[in-house]
C-alpha cells in the first residue's frame, strides 16, 4: 500500500512538473510578444513624430516647387542641386524607418518571414513598370522616379505609408498626368 501510494505521489510529481513547464513557456512567449509589440508601437509613433517635425511631405513638395525645380516635369533630374540633397536626405530617413517598421510588425505577426518592404510601379493597364526594395540604393528609386515621372507622388506616398502598413491595409497612388500606381507590398523573399 505504501508503494502505491508513492506511485501515485510520482505520478502526481510528474504532472505537476509538465504543467509548470508549459505554463513557464506560455508566460515566457506572452512577455516576449508584449514586449515585441510594445517595440513596434515605440518605433511607429517615433517614426510618426519625427515624420511630421522633419519629414513632412507637403512643406517638402511646396519647397522644390518654389525653389528648386528648373521645369514642370515631375522628375529627379529636373531639380536643382540642393533640391536633390533635400531628396536624397528625405528618402534616406523613409528607407531606414519604414525598414525597421517592417522588419518589428513582421515579428509580432502570425507570418515572421513576410519582412521586406518592395514598392511596385504600374501603368494604367495593371502591368507591371518596374519594382523598388527598399533596400536598394537610390540610384535605383532615383531612375525608377525619372523614367516614371513620379517624383512628387513617391514623397507624398512614402510619408503616408507608415499608417498603412501599421493597419496592414493596401494602398495605392496614382500619378495624375501619366495614369502610373505605385503601390507597396511585403513579401517572403525579393525576386528580382
Do not use: C
Amino acid at each position: 500500500m505504501i508503494l502505491a501510494i508513492e506511485q501515485k505521489d510520482i505520478i502526481t510529481l510528474s504532472i505537476i512538473i509538465i504543467l509548470a513547464i508549459i505554463i513557464s513557456f506560455l508566460i515566457i512567449f506572452f512577455l516576449k510578444r508584449n514586449l515585441n509589440v510594445r517595440r513596434y508601437k515605440k518605433s511607429l509613433k517615433a517614426i510618426i513624430k519625427h515624420k511630421e517635425k522633419n519629414y513632412n511631405a507637403n512643406v517638402l513638395i511646396d519647397i522644390l516647387y518654389n525653389r528648386y525645380i528648373t521645369d514642370q516635369s515631375n522628375t529627379y533630374k529636373t531639380l536643382k542641386n540642393r533640391g536633390k540633397k533635400k531628396i536624397k536626405r528625405y528618402f534616406k530617413f523613409y528607407q531606414d524607418s519604414l525598414n525597421d517598421l517592417v522588419e518589428k510588425k513582421s515579428i509580432i505577426t502570425p507570418n515572421m518571414k513576410r519582412n521586406k518592404l518592395v514598392f511596385v510601379f504600374k501603368d494604367d493597364q495593371n502591368q507591371q513598370l518596374g519594382k523598388y526594395y527598399i533596400k536598394d540604393s537610390f540610384n535605383k528609386l532615383k531612375k525608377q522616379l525619372n523614367k516614371h515621372q513620379l517624383l512628387f507622388d513617391m514623397i507624398a506616398y512614402v510619408y503616408e505609408l507608415p499608417q498603412y502598413i501599421d493597419q496592414a491595409k493596401p494602398y495605392e497612388l496614382e500619378n495624375h498626368d501619366n495614369k502610373h500606381i505605385i503601390k507597396y507590398e511585403i513579401v517572403e523573399k525579393l525576386k528580382k
